[in-house]
T-cell receptor
Framework: NAGVTQTPKFQVLKTGQSMTLQCAQDMNHEYMSWYRQDPGMGLRLIHYSVGAGITDQGEVPNGYNVSRSTTEDFPLRLLSAAPSQTSVYFC?????????????FGEGSWLTVV | DQQVKQNSPSLSVQEGRISILNCDYTNSMFDYFLWYKKYPAEGPTFLISISSIKDKNEDGRFTVFLNKSAKHLSLHIVPSQPGDSAVYFCAASARNTGTASKLTFGTGTRLQVTL
């Protein structure tokens, strides 16, 4: 998981609270993305970015907001947390012309919404 | 609509034997396939990949086979070792459609290698 740093690792939120999951990479990668993993399901794409200033929705974007003001950072915002957003969140980055071994995942952020 | 399916949620194999993990996909636009290994409390780590122009790719104990006509791929681990015990995710991407690094994951198979 070298090069992709996620914070915080664990967080408990109350319903309706807002928070930001941080993701930073130091590999100058153009592509960054956020996934969530739920029991019995694979990782599902929330939002992704192909470069600074450019973001797009993935498979499950509702309830989440992203921005990409710099190449290094790709924060994921929960504006009003809901119990359905209890999940493990993974950030990933990769370079243009990526192959399997050039996609890097962070270690994950465990979020519980009560 | 699950575009990438791993129908076996778990698999138990004896040490030294072969582990075969299966994956099926439905989207014919997928042209690149990956296997990830995931330990608890860690992020997925890349294991092996295969492009749709190939039908086999080998890396040490790990071999991935792709059957495009059946939309099926499999991961073979020979010989299986206790350290291989983890959850294995199959993932697919349509790299040639300009969708960047969007990966579609299967639901995972938990492999347990017993002594």
């Amino acid at each position: 998981n070298a090069g992709v740093t996620q914070t915080p690792k664990f967080q408990v939120l109350k319903t309706g609270q807002s928070m930001t999951l941080q993701c930073a990479q130091d590999m100058n990668h153009e592509y960054m993305s956020w996934y969530r993993q739920d029991p019995g399901m694979g990782l599902r794409l929330i939002h992704y970015s192909v470069g600074a200033g450019i973001t797009d929705q993935g498979e499950v974007p509702n309830g989440y907001n992203v921005s990409r003001s710099t190449t290094e950072d790709f924060p994921l915002r929960l504006l009003s947390a809901a119990p359905s957003q209890t999940s493990v969140y993974f950030c990933a980055s990769s370079e243009q012309g990526w192959s399997g071994n050039t996609i890097y995942f962070g270690e994950g952020s465990w979020l519980t919404v009560v | 609509d699950q575009q990438v399916k791993q129908n076996s949620p778990s698999l138990s194999v004896q040490e030294g034997r072969i582990s075969i993990l299966n994956c099926d996909y439905t989207n014919s636009m997928f042209d690149y396939f990956l296997w990830y290994k995931k330990y608890p409390a860690e992020g997925p780590t890349f294991l092996i990949s295969i492009s749709s122009i190939k039908d086999k790719n080998e890396d040490g104990r790990f071999t991935v086979f792709l059957n495009k006509s059946a939309k099926h791929l499999s991961l073979h681990i020979v010989p299986s070792q206790p350290g291989d015990s983890a959850v294995y995710f199959c993932a697919a991407s349509a790299r040639n459609t300009g969708t960047a690094s969007k990966l579609t994951f299967g639901t995972g198979t938990r492999l347990q290698v017993t002594l």
